[in-house]
């Protein structure tokens, strides 16, 4: 009767661990490393509330801001491999950022790839008080001020910032860049006329352009937005060549199991194909990926021919931390 009871009892304890082993178990928090307001917290925020109810539990985004994304992105990596903790990343934190900083981790092989979100063309604006009209006096009015005019960036190494300096180069003019923690901050600022214009992204900036809180020149695209097809192209607009789409992610820290990233993958997919979080990307200019590269293998590759594209142009424009 004992040797029963005793082997009910393990049985029983058994089917508790086991089911303590199950994928998720408890709330899953991205790491999002730039302010609350901005972009990539706006992505964040999207695809969050869809993965919750794939995976079975809340999934919390904590803003972890500083250095570029790199002060989030470092918590992410050092975080336990379990899934529990993940990072929301760009083209600027898990590209540009190497380019630039002395991380404590490398790109490549201290993440594991989750799934690529969505692409985010950048776009030129301004406050609605500077002088030109479009962007070819916009580029003459810039050189005609060479250190005058205050860029907001989100930080050193940022989208904004790499953005920026791209701009600049190409029209060869000087800018005053002023640092925030996050294109967020900056944009409260570029409305409120504290800065004079933002190399921005459209996610971030279209709703201010269609609300006529700010002025829209260009987009860094070969096309124009189904959103503001009324914004010209760089090059429509004089500036052949502008091009530049910024790719936003998910990553986890190297080590995570493979069937924990398929369970965040899967999430992921969902909360990508509903249609309502299609709606809502595409409102604020996002492009989603097709499913064959939302896989985590196409996103490995992408972020490795990403850094052999950008690096070289980057260390080119001499970027570093100030």
């Known amino acids: 009767m004992k040797r029963a009871i005793l082997a009910a009892a393990l049985f029983a304890l058994g089917l508790t661990v086991g089911r303590a ?29 869809r993965m919750r109810i794939s995976l079975g539990q809340p999934v919390i985004v904590e803003n972890v801001t500083g250095a570029g994304g790199s002060i989030g992105t470092t918590r992410a ?34 993440f594991a790839p989750i799934a690529l979100l969505a692409t985010n063309t950048m776009i030129v604006v301004t406050k609605n008080d500077v002088p030109p009209k479009n962007l070819r006096e916009l580029i003459d009015w810039l050189k005609a001020n060479p250190g005058k005019v205050s860029v907001g960036t989100a930080g050193v190494g940022s989208a904004s910032h790499f953005s920026g300096v791209y701009f600049r180069d190409l029209i060869k003019a000087q800018f005053t860049f002023v640092p925030y923690r996050g294109t967020g901050p ?3 600022d570029l409305v409120a006329g504290q800065i004079d214009m933002i190399v921005d992204q459209v996610s971030n900036s279209i709703t201010q352009v269609q609300a ?23 090059d429509e607009a004089g500036l052949p060549g502008f091009h530049i789409s910024l790719w936003n992610a998910l990553w986890a ?13 899967a999430a992921v997919r969902d909360a990508l194909s509903d249609p309502k979080v299609r709606k ?24 490795k021919a990403e850094i052999e594209k950008w690096w070289p142009i980057i260390k080119a424009a001499n970027i570093k931390v100030e």
């Open 21 to 49: 082993d199950i994928y998720p178990s408890r709330p899953i928090t991205i790491i999002v490393p730039f302010a609350a307001g901005g972009p990539t917290d706006a992505i964040a925020r999207a695809i969050s509330d």
């Open 77 to 110: 990596v050092r975080a336990a491999p379990d899934g529990y903790t993940v990072c929301l990343g760009h083209t600027g934190t898990h590209v540009v950022n190497g380019a630039i900083y002395p991380l404590q981790y490398d790109l490549l092989n201290d």
């Open 280 to 303: 809502h990307l595409a409102d604020v200019g996002l492009e989603i990926p097709p499913p064959e590269r939302q896989t985590p293998e196409a996103l490995g590759a992408y972020q």
């Open 253 to 265: 820290p190297k080590g995570t199991p493979k069937d924990v990233i398929a369970k965040l993958n």
């Open 186 to 188: 900056a944009m409260l």
């Open 212 to 234: 006529g809180k700010i002025r829209a020149y260009a987009v860094a695209d070969t096309k124009r937005l189904a959103t503001a097809p009324d914004i010209p192209t760089a």
